[in-house]
Nanobody, 116 residues
Framework: EVQLVQSGAELRNPGASVKVSCKAL????????IDWVRQAPGQGLEWMGR????????KYARNFQDRVTFDADTSTNTAYVELTSLRIEDTAVYYCTTRGRGGDYWGQGTQVTVSV
């Protein structure tokens, strides 16, 4: 069974950084891209970019390319997103997702709250 298990909620001050993890279970980690998506309160889903765990190739959405870094550790089957210089408006639920042979799979989401 394919599962994506994310790390727990985070609270940060503006200007800080946050790193969210996404552990892949039940499939070969290097087989599929991992996409990162976020949803701010009252907003729709916003695509942040993707990583290919096979070669750590990345593609960043234009809105995030200066502040976000993706990584994938094949020894632990875990993908990471790190967002720096956090702003109040970065408060959102962050999701990892993958499209496998059986369909789309989503992590449970990680709440990131940026507050003074």
């Amino acid at each position: 069974e394919v599962q994506l298990v994310q790390s727990g909620a985070e609270l940060r001050n503006p200007g800080a950084s946050v790193k969210v993890s996404c552990k892949a279970l039940g499939y070969i980690f290097t087989s599929y891209y991992i996409d990162w998506v976020r949803q701010a309160p009252g907003q729709g889903l916003e695509w942040m970019g993707r990583i290919d765990p096979e070669n750590n190739g990345t593609k960043y959405a234009r809105n995030f390319q200066d502040r976000v870094t993706f990584d994938a550790d094949t020894s632990t089957n875990t993908a990471y997103v790190e967002l720096t210089s956090l702003r109040i408006e970065d408060t959102a639920v962050y999701y990892c997702t993958t499209r496998g042979r059986g369909g789309d799979y989503w992590g449970q989401g990680t709440q990131v709250t940026v507050s003074v």
